[in-house]
């Protein structure tokens, strides 16, 4: 069996099962695009996030993902079911209790709330051209009016709350974010576009106070990707 589709809370979930498990587990959780669906997931249609997978499953690991209700921004609900997920996964595998995170973009918001809530679960963590701050892309995405009213939308649905709460609560949140949970983190950013080298600039400020250095490679070097994460798991598991 190559993947297992299931649901919880009416939300489509997806396990990746290599030929040869070697025990591991990596919950992949995905950016705006990102979905699972009865029969299929973003990470499998897409090239680039098929040949990462690929790799993945070629060196043994088994990998997990879930629907977390679309553009779920880190809300609330979707940590609290990547929390279940994580606990259906391992009572229905043969895994070892300490998983790798692969998280992008958005999806880096929900991972980093699952390192806070689940610190002895998790393994390492790989951050791809991450969000971590709701603040400063709120604040970068106020210049192109469509979109900053097309996020709002998004954010009020995806934390259920009225606009006007949202934005106090967002624009209130620190300039730092706190990724020392005793967790290794390996932040990977692609330089595509005037955008990325934006959010690349961001890192800087958001991540100052911590122990590193993002790893930025151009876009025809995309093809390294699912090594320089395998090499980066693998460092962390000789620690069962």
């Not at 609900?77 to 692969?102: D, F, P, T």
């Not at 998280?103 to 002895?120: D, I, Q, S, T």
């Not at 709460?165 to 730092?176: G, H, K, S, V, Y």
């Amino acid at each position: 069996m190559e993947n297992r589709n299931f649901q919880m809370d009416a939300q489509w979930n997806i396990i990746h099962y290599p030929e040869k498990p070697t025990g591991f587990g990596i919950l992949i959780i995905g950016d705006e695009r990102h979905f699972v669906d009865e029969s299929k997931c973003f990470w499998t249609q897409n090239e680039g996030k098929l040949a990462i997978v690929s790799e993945l499953k070629e060196k043994g690991y088994t990998i997990f993902s879930s629907n977390l209700y679309g553009r779920n921004w880190g809300s609330k609900i979707a940590v609290e079911l990547a929390e279940r997920l994580y606990q259906h996964v391992i009572r229905s595998e043969i895994l070892n209790h300490k998983i790798h995170i692969l998280a992008e973009g958005m999806g880096a918001l929900a991972a980093v709330k699952l390192m806070e809530n689940m610190k002895g679960n998790i393994r390492s963590v790989v951050l791809l051209n991450p969000i971590l701050s709701l603040k400063h892309h709120l604040e970068q995405e106020k210049e192109h009016k469509f979109f900053y009213k097309k996020l709002l939308r998004e954010l009020v649905a995806a934390h259920q709350v009225d606009q006007k709460t949202l934005e106090n609560n967002i624009f209130a949140m620190e300039d730092f974010i706190n990724l020392k949970f005793g967790i290794p983190v390996k932040i990977i950013h692609v330089l595509s576009g005037g955008k990325s080298y934006n959010q690349s600039k961001l890192y800087q400020q958001i991540i100052a106070n911590l122990e590193i250095n993002p790893t930025f490679i151009l876009p025809e070097k995309k093809q390294q990707l699912g090594k320089i994460m395998v090499k980066f798991f693998n460092s962390h598991e000789a620690i069962l």
